[in-house]
C-alpha cells in the first residue's frame, strides 16, 4: 500500500484545514487508517483513527472536538478535517495504515505517507 498525504500548508489560529491521504494498492480499502503527527524536536503522536468501514473512529484528547476523520473507500482517500487550530497543531501530518483498528500506536501501523507540513501561526 502507497500513501500520499496532502492539505498541509500555512494557516492563522483558529482557521481550518483538510488533509487528505490517497492510498492505492489492491487491498488499500481493507485497513485501518490513521493519522499521527510529528512537531519538531518531539515524537510521532497519535491524532485520529478510522476503521476499514468507516463506522469507528478515534481521537487523541488534544484534537477530539476539534478534528472529524473519514474516509471514502470509493476513491481510496482518508480525510482529517482540523478546525480551531492551535500554534501547537504546528507539525508534520502523517497518515497510515494498518490491521488495528483505533490504534493509537505507531508500531501498529505497516504503512506510511511522506508527511505533509501544517504550520499554524498565532
Known amino acids: 500500500v502507497q500513501l500520499q498525504a496532502s492539505g498541509g500548508g500555512l494557516v492563522q489560529a483558529g482557521g481550518s484545514l483538510r488533509l487528505s491521504c490517497a492510498a492505492s494498492?489492491?487491498?488499500?480499502?481493507?485497513?485501518?487508517m490513521a493519522w499521527f503527527r510529528q512537531a519538531p524536536g518531539k515524537e510521532r503522536e497519535f491524532v485520529a483513527a478510522?476503521?476499514?468501514?468507516?463506522?469507528?473512529?478515534y481521537y487523541a484528547d488534544s484534537v477530539k472536538g476539534r478534528a472529524t476523520i473519514s474516509r471514502d473507500n470509493a476513491k481510496n482517500t482518508v480525510y482529517v478535517q482540523m478546525n480551531s487550530l492551535k500554534a501547537e497543531d504546528t507539525a508534520v501530518y502523517y497518515c497510515?495504515?494498518?490491521?488495528?483498528?483505533?490504534?493509537?500506536?505507531?508500531?501498529?501501523?505497516?504503512?506510511w505517507g511522506q508527511g505533509t507540513l501544517v504550520t499554524v501561526s498565532s
Open positions: 478510522i476503521s476499514w468501514n468507516g463506522e469507528s473512529t
Open positions: 497510515a495504515a494498518g490491521s488495528y483498528s483505533g490504534s493509537y500506536h505507531v508500531y501498529d501501523y505497516d504503512y
Open positions: 494498492g489492491r487491498t488499500s480499502g481493507s485497513y485501518a
